[in-house]
């Protein structure tokens, strides 16, 4: 069975989105992999535009469509940032990223909030897969251990999607957390 992790929680009529990994390196490693567009291009997308605080970016597809983009409205180098995320035919959402000292090396937490869409559970999850093979995985995060090595994300996003929708369903339905399956 096909394992998820993150959590969802209901805001009203949108949901947040927090994700969680554990990785066995240093804190400004963690942070290098999530702000400097060279390696964010390796997990992620590539991005183009200045990711310091007040600055705007672009997230480019293969193809160099922007698909999305956002102002950073927060930094506090190597511990937190947040930025706006304007995702095309959607109301406006942020992200929130902190890297803190962990005993197995450093933490990343991940929140997206004032989201409408399902996909960005199983997206999300997916992009962070993909962090998992830039960097050592500690052995307290929660890994899919039936992940296919080298599973092309648009493969990835799909295989997990059917595993995403009934629990952004439950959680739009309640007003609390729902943890991984």
Do not use: K, N
């Amino acid at each position: 069975m096909t394992t998820t992790f993150g959590e969802v929680t209901r805001r009203g009529d949108r949901f947040d989105l927090d994700f969680e990994r554990v990785y066995a390196t240093t804190v400004e490693d963690v942070w290098s992999a999530v702000t400097e567009p060279e390696r964010l291009a390796r997990w992620m997308s590539r991005y183009t535009g200045d990711l310091r605080l007040g600055g705007r970016w672009q997230g480019m597809e293969s193809g160099g469509t922007v698909y999305c983009s956002g102002t950073v409205t927060a930094c506090d180098p190597p511990r937190r940032y947040v930025t706006t995320w304007e995702y095309a035919g959607e109301g406006p959402s942020a992200v929130e990223v902190t890297v803190a000292p962990h005993p197995e090396g450093a933490v990343l937490s991940l929140r997206h909030t004032g989201l409408v869409d399902v996909d960005y559970g199983p997206g999300w999850q997916t992009y962070l897969e993909q962090l998992d093979g830039d960097l050592p995985v500690a052995p307290s995060s929660v890994v899919d251990p039936e992940r296919p090595e080298g599973i092309a994300w648009d493969e990835r996003f799909t295989a997990l999607r059917p595993r995403w929708e009934p629990r952004i369903a439950q959680a739009r339905g309640a007003a609390t957390r729902v943890d991984a399956v």
